[in-house]
């Protein structure tokens, strides 16, 4: 699924306009961005969390030449999948 078909699906079930499905569901990643890009996290209940983490600098391998790179410090952003979400995938079917 993609995010036009994430639009039509949250239209389609919440009987409201494909645009205001489309405003809201940007407005929630817009302040998923913002909080996360504070250090904050944000928890979704049954769902799960995203945060922010780090990356230590590294050496790594050029694959092509095999020739040692640095790797910088890096921030990075996390999804942990909360119970509901993690038992809805581990589901078994019958």
Known sequence: MNKSELIDAIAAD???????????????IEHVIKTVTKGDSVQLI?????????RAARVGRNPSTGEEIKIAAAKTVKFTAGKGFKDAVNKKKK
Do not use: E, M, Y
């Open 14 to 28: 919440t009987d409201i306009s494909k645009a205001i499905a489309q405003r809201v569901l940007n407005s929630v």
């Open 46 to 54: 049954g769902f799960g969390s995203f945060s922010s983490g780090k």
